[in-house]
């Protein structure tokens, strides 16, 4: 197996949380009666499960001045998470799982055509092709298909 293909499952493993994650926390918002707190619990969760690996792996620390030197984009990925975190705990429950993560799938699709095309945050350029566009296009299709049929 190449190395993209194991690359490929692994990022479905990863899609496969999200859908998890947000089932989770969708139902822990019902069950409390409130998506701020189930949200802010998952958070807590998240940075107990980044404590333990950090104990468990003992990194090395990166330097001040790297962190001085570091884009601003590359501190926004927390409170994004956060709006992630929220809208799968207040979302889930009015759209459904699959409707939920069809439509964030979309989402992140659009948004990372965009990035890659304009070359974004850091990120090498990947020209949007007429392949690119169609693929994005089917998948807005299939939220739509999922959503009225």
């Known amino acids: 197996m190449s190395h993209a293909a194991v690359f490929v499952l692994l990022a479905a493993g990863a899609g496969a949380c999200i859908a998890l994650q947000a089932s989770a926390n969708g139902n822990f918002s ?3 009666d409130s998506p701020l707190f189930a ?24 330097s001040a001045e790297a962190l001085r030197q570091a884009p601003w984009w590359n501190w926004i990925g927390g409170p994004l998470g956060a709006l992630i975190v929220l809208a799968g705990a207040t979302l889930v429950s009015e759209l459904g799982a699959a409707l ?26 990947q020209v949007l092709t007429p392949g690119r566009v169609l693929g ?12 009225y049929l």
């Open 30 to 32: 019902r069950n409390i």
């Open 39 to 62: 949200a802010f619990f998952s958070i807590c969760g998240t940075i107990l499960t980044a404590a333990a690996a950090m104990l468990l792996l003992r990194p090395t620390a990166p």
């Open 100 to 125: 939920f993560i069809a439509s964030v799938v979309a989402g992140q699709l659009l948004c990372s055509l965009l990035l890659d095309h304009f070359a974004l945050l850091g990120l090498p350029e």
């Open 136 to 147: 994005a296009l089917l998948v807005v299709a299939g939220v739509v298909c999922m959503k």
